[in-house]
Structure formats: structure tokens, C-alpha cells
């Protein structure tokens, strides 16, 4: 769980990818169930195989998906149990008007009413486009920009956000961050390879059939694609590299508006930032400069003609999954260049996650009181507080790492806040307008409430009761500047926890999940920020040094695994994630050995409890995915493949070696001192 994930103004570290009644979706035969494992392998030669061998041959991905495996097979549970709950509230009749199950249901039938939007076609967008076609300079154009962004419309050319001051946590401060292009990395503009050439080639292929779908000539809409992709290339050059981003120092820059505006003589921050309705701040965090400097020399020599296109483009691109079927079809073909999906999403799975996404807290009431029980909460509590006794164990035994850098993480790991499965104060979306009867109003709606809620949050205490995810998410995630750890009610659930299942099962899953968003806080980067979730460091320097050392192998042990056979594994891409896998499955394992269960040799189901704790952990992991989804995700993605997170920990685990009794001849065998151990 440590995708960096700008959401609401939170920077967040995830899981991955993502009480199951009776196990109808997920099969809990005993829960490690040797009908999903292929028995012909041996575990030491190929321990993915071995535990999920036959799962992930009678899996096969279905069409309307890019992966299967067990987050999918949860998600899709409670994206039913979504559906359920929305069906219910939109066909009552009787809830009053601004009620939890009125704006849930109007939000939701809005959104099921094909009919009207298809009547519509792209008549919600018209006058966006024909005020931007009506600009006649540049000061036209940035105005424009202003407008766009202050009313959740689109973001074009940088990211903009209110956060934290990850220097003094306790100020919220408006943050400038690179951006304005339409694909998903910057390598995709930059490199000659096959797959970025036909990316670019769908991708000119979408521009000039969405112009057209609004009335415009094919040639206009191929010179229109052309002009939008010389801009987006130009700013895809400027930007920095995504393991680049993940470095909290690098990206920590800090300006006065007066400097910064010296930067960039076009972008003048002092009247900007009134108009984008941020008043009274005299300073801005920059992740990345340079960027800026090249957005701004191109306002001075992109023809003003060309940004207007350019505006236009992030309009339709951003409304085209709320149009009609025309714009909703040419939106499933360019991603399905992407990913190879082979049919779009239902549309009822589509509402379903739109209103999770814009009023989450508002369905997540529902959700948790029809699905959720509170013995798991309570279950899930006594769970981090056993995971941190593990944890600050493994921080005193450490024989890397001096006294005085082991009372500082000490210090840090007791500072964890964890939340669980809900918000104990709801959001309540005040002053949002949904109706009925206009889907795309209510996005619009929701997109501007969601902007001025953050921007109104300036000049106000740290909110320490937010949420970065909504209750039915399937996920969990760290937030370095909060030093909290938080785990929806969605992956409460089987295979990740179980209130019935044996303790093995639990640690191998939930636990193994709770030591990781621990480990996050002392991964490669989670670990510059100290108890108080400041950016500073807390570490000697020789202490750092053996970190880094310990990291770099761990690293390098993941540049060797490929996909697809030529396609490598990004270690440094993935770091995080993967010392929050090493970290988190060795103090699961401690915890675990803490209980009656991990004291014992007692079989079940053929198997011993330390057998059962690493089979629970790689039955989490086990997954198909689309050749081209798994290409997009490496480029992408912080998470290593999930065949990688089965084994990858484990080989440098001994109590796994002894489990399986995995000898020097097995493939995944790596010698006693070439074993990274970390946390």
C-alpha cells in the first residue's frame, strides 16, 4: 500500500490493487484450501505456483475486467453489495429530502438514467467549449485556466492541491505539482518502443474522435491532435521521473509568491492564487521547478490558438465517461488499448463507483451498517496493538541500527494512529446539490464541492478525522504527515481476515497487511519523517548508510524478476512497497509466533500453523492480469507484480525455509547471509 496517491489533499502510501457471508465469493473451504494450490510443485522451487497453482488456472480474467486474483474477487463483492444498497435507496420514495438515502439514491438514479443522457449528447459541454473558443490572448487563456480549475472543471497544465507542509505538519499550505498531460507516464511521449508508439497512436486516434464527436471537421481534429500533443510532449520532457518523485526532499520546494512569479513571469502566483479562491498565503510548495520554468516559456511561444485546443481537449476529456454512448464508447477504446480490457464496465458498476468516489462517506453510512459488524472492529484493534509489540521488539533486537536511532523509531512506531474500517465523524457533503434528474450536473456539482471544501480548509487546524479512502474500499493505506495508519471495512474480510478463521490466517493476511502501512513508515521514504509526521531527519548518518545499503539489495533482488519474459521489475520504482512486504510479513510472523497457535505444530488441513501463516499470505497475491495491463503497471504502478509479492519477502525470511524445508538445490533458495533483512 504505497502508490503515492494525491486524494483530497492527502498524500497517501497503498496496498495494491483489492464479513464475506458463508465465503460465497471467495471459497473458505478450510481457508487454505488445497483445490486452489498445484501439490506438483515444489514450494522451494516455485512457491506461488505451489499455493495458487490451480486457482489461477481456473480463474481465467472475465471480460469485463484487466486482472483477477483475490483484491478483484473482494472488490467485486462489494462492488455488488454497493449495487444492493444504491438500488435500495434510489427506488425509496419515502426518504425526505437531503437525507443520507436521498442523495445517495438521486445520486445513483441520475447516473442509471441512460436515456436522458443520451438525449443529451455532449450539450453539457457546449458552452465550455464555445466560451474557450471565443478567447482572443493569452491572458485570456490563463484566466481560462483559473476558471477551469477553481470550479473542479479540469486541471490543465500543473496539479494543484491543498496539503500539508510536510516541514511544519501543522500548516496547511497551497502546493504546485508537474502535470498537464493526457497520458499516464512521460515515458509514453519520450521513448520509441512499440507499445508507447501505439499508445500514441490510440491516443491521437481518441483526441480526433472525441473533436469529432462535437461537430468538428476530421482534418481540424487531426490538426487539433497534433497541436495538444507537441504541448503535452514538451511538458512530458520537463517532468521529473516517477522514482524521482519519490524523493520527499527533491520534491520539497519551498517559494514566496514573489519569487516563484520571478520564475515565471507568465504564471503570476500573487493574482493566481486569488482567482483559484486562495487568499492570504504568501508561500507555495513546488514539487518540481524546473517544470514551471518550461510551462511558462511555453505560454510565451505555443500559439494562443493551440492552448485554446488544448483547453478544449481537457474538457472533453475529462466529461467524455459522463456523455452520451458515442463519448463513453471512445473513451472504453483508448483504454483498451491501455489495458486489453475486453468489454467495458457495466454501467451500474460505473454509478456504483462514481458514488463511492464523490459522496463515499455518505454511501459508506449505509454500507458499514449492512455489512460491517463491530467484532471485527474490535478484533482488528487487538490485532495493531499485538503488531506493535512485534514491531518494537523486532526495532530492539535490531543489530544494524544504534540505541539512539532505535529510541527514535521507537518513539515513532508508538506515534502510529491507527483508524479503522470507518470515519468516526461522517462528511457531510453540506451545500452539495444533487438531483435526480442531471447526472452530469451532479458530477459538476461534486468536483466544485470537492475543490472549495479543500481550499476552505486553509487557515484551519490539521483535520486529523479525515479519511483518504471511503469505508467500502478494498485497500488500506500510511499518511506520512499524520504518522496514521488506516484500514477501511472493505478489507476486513476473507482472505485478508476472517473473525472464524485460524490465527495463521488472520496474521498471514490482515497482519501481514498492518506490518506493512507500519513498514511504510519505515520504508525508504516514510522513514525521513519523524514521529510527528515532520520531514527531518531522525537517523545518524551511519545508521543511514546501513539502511540504504540493505535497501539497495532489496532493490536489486527485484530488478531481476520479469513479466511478460523481457519486461523487468522496477526496484527502485517499487522500493516502498516492497520493504512494507519484507517489514510487514516478518512482524506479522513475530506476532504470530506470540499466540497459542504459533506455539504449536497442530495440522490442519494437512498443515502447519507456520505453513498455513505463509500459504494465507501468498493466497492474498494470487492474480491474472491482462498482458497489457501488467506492461501499463509496470511503467506505473509502485506495487511489484503480485506473483512477486508472494515470494519476494518470503525468500529472505529463514522461518519460511524451515516451513517448507527449502534446500540449497530449490530455485528460490538464497544463502543465510544473502538474506536482506530489514525491520
Known amino acids: 500500500m504505497y502508490l503515492y496517491l494525491v486524494k483530497k489533499g492527502l498524500l497517501l502510501t497503498v496496498l495494491g490493487v483489492g464479513t464475506l457471508a458463508a465465503g460465497a465469493q471467495l471459497g473458505q473451504k478450510g481457508f487454505i484450501d488445497k483445490a486452489n494450490m498445484d501439490l506438483s510443485v515444489s514450494p522451494g522451487d516455485d512457491f506461488y505456483t505451489y499455493a495458487s497453482g490451480k486457482w489461477v488456472k481456473n480463474n481465467p480474467i472475465p471480460p469485463k475486467e484487466t486482472r483477477w486474483g483475490s483484491f478483484n474477487q473482494l472488490r467485486d463483492f462489494n462492488i455488488n453489495a454497493v449495487k444492493t444498497i444504491l438500488e ?35 450539450a453539457p459541454i457546449k458552452k465550455d467549449l464555445a466560451r474557450i473558443a471565443a478567447i482572443g490572448d493569452l491572458p485570456g487563456i490563463l ?103 519519490r524523493d520527499a526532499y527533491r520534491t520539497y520546494n519551498k517559494f514566496s509568491l514573489v519569487d516563484f512569479s520571478r520564475k515565471t513571469p507568465q504564471l503570476e502566483w500573487q493574482q493566481i492564487l486569488p482567482a483559484l479562491k486562495v487568499k492570504g498565503q504568501d508561500s507555495i510548495l513546488v514539487n ?55 468489454i467495458a464496465t457495466p454501467r451500474w458498476q460505473r454509478i ?52 539512539a536511532t532505535k529510541q527514535k523509531a521507537l518513539a515513532k512506531l508508538a506515534a502510529f494512529r491507527p483508524k479503522i474500517a470507518y470515519p468516526d465523524k461522517w462528511q457531510t457533503y453540506d451545500g452539495l446539490t444533487i438531483s435526480r434528474n442531471s447526472f452530469f450536473q451532479n458530477m459538476r456539482n461534486a468536483d466544485a464541492w470537492g475543490y472549495n471544501y479543500m481550499v476552505s480548509r486553509l487557515g484551519k487546524p490539521v483535520d486529523r478525522e479525515r479519511w483518504g479512502m471511503t469505508p467500502p474500499t478494498v485497500n488500506a493505506y500510511y499518511n506520512a504527515t499524520l504518522n496514521e495508519i488506516v484500514f477501511p471495512a472493505g478489507i476486513l474480510q476473507f482472505p485478508f481476515f476472517d473473525p472464524n ?33 515532520t520531514l527531518r531527519n531522525w537517523w545518524t548518518d551511519e545508521d543511514r548508510k546501513k539502511f540504504d545499503a540493505k535497501a539497495d539489495a532489496l532493490a536489486k533482488q527485484f530488478d531481476g524478476y520479469t513479466v511478460l519474459d523481457t ?83 518470503l525468500v529472505n525470511m529463514d522461518a519460511w525455509y524451515k516451513a517448507f524445508d527449502v534446500k540449497e538445490d530449490n530455485k528460490l533458495y538464497k544463502k543465510p547471509e544473502d538474506r536482506i533483512r530489514i525491520w
Not at 149 to 156: K, L, Q, V
Not at 377 to 394: F, G, H, I, P
Not at 514 to 532: P, R, T, W
Request: charged share 20%; proline share 3%.
Open 88 to 122: 435500495k435507496a434510489a427506488a425509496d420514495k419515502t426518504a425526505p429530502a437531503g437525507s443520507v438515502t436521498r442523495m445517495v439514491g438521486d445520486f445513483y438514479a441520475a447516473g442509471m438514467d441512460s436515456l436522458s443522457i443520451e438525449k443529451l449528447g455532449h
Open 143 to 245: 484566466k481560462e485556466m483559473n476558471y477551469l480549475r477553481s470550479n473542479g472543471i479540469a486541471s490543465p497544465l500543473y496539479g494543484f492541491s491543498i496539503g500539508q507542509d510536510r516541514k511544519n505538519v501543522e500548516n496547511l499550505v497551497p502546493q504546485l505539482s508537474q502535470g498537464g498531460i493526457g497520458l499516464s507516464d512521460r515515458d509514453y511521449y519520450l521513448k520509441d518502443d512499440a507499445r508507447s508508439q501505439d499508445i500514441r497512436a490510440a491516443y491521437s486516434r481518441f483526441i480526433v474522435r472525441l473533436f469529432t464527436l462535437t461537430g468538428t471537421s476530421v482534418t481540424k481534429a487531426e490538426e487539433n491532435a497534433k497541436a495538444i500533443f507537441n504541448i503535452e510532449k514538451q511538458l512530458a520532457n520537463a517532468q521529473l521521473s516517477r522514482v524521482e518523485m
Open 288 to 342: 518540481n521547478p524546473a517544470f514551471f520554468v518550461t510551462a511558462d516559456s511555453l505560454l510565451q511561444t505555443v500559439p494562443v490558438a493551440h492552448w485554446k485546443t488544448y483547453l478544449q481537449w481537457y474538457v472533453l476529456r475529462g466529461a467524455a465517461p459522463y456523455l452520451s454512448k458515442d463519448f463513453v464508447d471512445a473513451n472504453f477504446a483508448f483504454n483498451q488499448v491501455i489495458t486489453g480490457q475486453k
Open 352 to 403: 456504483s463507483s462514481l458514488t463511492d468516489g464523490n459522496i463515499g462517506e455518505l454511501l459508506g453510512q449505509l454500507y458499514v451498517k449492512d455489512y460491517f459488524k463491530p467484532a471485527a472492529k474490535a478484533r482488528m484493534e487487538e490485532l495493531v496493538s499485538n503488531l506493535r509489540k512485534a514491531y518494537a521488539n523486532r526495532i530492539q533486537q535490531l543489530d544494524w541500527m544504534s540505541d
Open 501 to 533: 478463521a485460524d490465527d495463521a490466517v488472520n496474521y498471514g493476511g490482515i497482519g501481514a497487511v498492518i506490518g506493512h502501512e507500519m513498514s511504510h513508515g519505515f520504508d525508504d521514504n516514510g522513514s525521513k519523517y519523524d514521529a510527528d509526521g
Open 567 to 649: 519486461l523487468h521489475v522496477n526496484g527502485r520504482l517499487t522500493l516502498g512497497e516492497n520493504i512494507g512486504d519484507l517489514g510487514g510479513l516478518n512482524v506479522a510472523y513475530e506476532a504470530f509466533k506470540m499466540t497459542k497457535q504459533g506455539q504449536s505444530n497442530e495440522k490442519i488441513d494437512g498443515f502447519t500453523p507456520d505453513q498455513r501463516f505463509f500459504l494465507s499470505w501468498a493466497q492474498v497475491w494470487r492474480t491474472n492480469t491482462l498482458p497489457q495491463t501488467a506492461a501499463q503497471l509496470l511503467k506505473t504502478d509502485t506495487h511489484s507484480p503480485g506473483q512477486y509479492r508472494a515470494i519476494g519477502p
